[in-house]
């Protein structure tokens, strides 16, 4: 609202309305290529080939009982 109060006092109430239409245009433009951009984006994702699946890891071993666990420190 101070923006706009700021923008009256500057350009004037003549030119207002050509200033916020062309405002109103930039915008528009802006608003395309961004919703390009991202068509094209998401175009490029769906094209790539899925990652090949890793090979499964065999689950951890129980720790033995003569083996001191990990997180101790030996003097």
Do not use: F
């Not at 923006?3 to 802006?30: D, F, H, T, Y």
């Not at 890793?54 to 720790?63: G, N, T, Y």
């Amino acid at each position: 609202m101070l923006i706009l109060a700021i923008a009256l006092i500057v350009i004037g109430p003549e030119q207002m309305p050509a200033v916020l239409r062309s405002v109103a245009k930039i915008i528009r433009e802006l608003r395309a290529a961004t919703n390009e951009a991202m068509r094209e984006l998401n175009e490029a994702l769906e094209e790539e080939q899925p990652p090949k699946p890793r090979p499964k890891l065999p689950p951890p071993r129980p720790p033995q009982a003569s083996e001191p666990p990990a997180d101790q420190s030996q003097p």
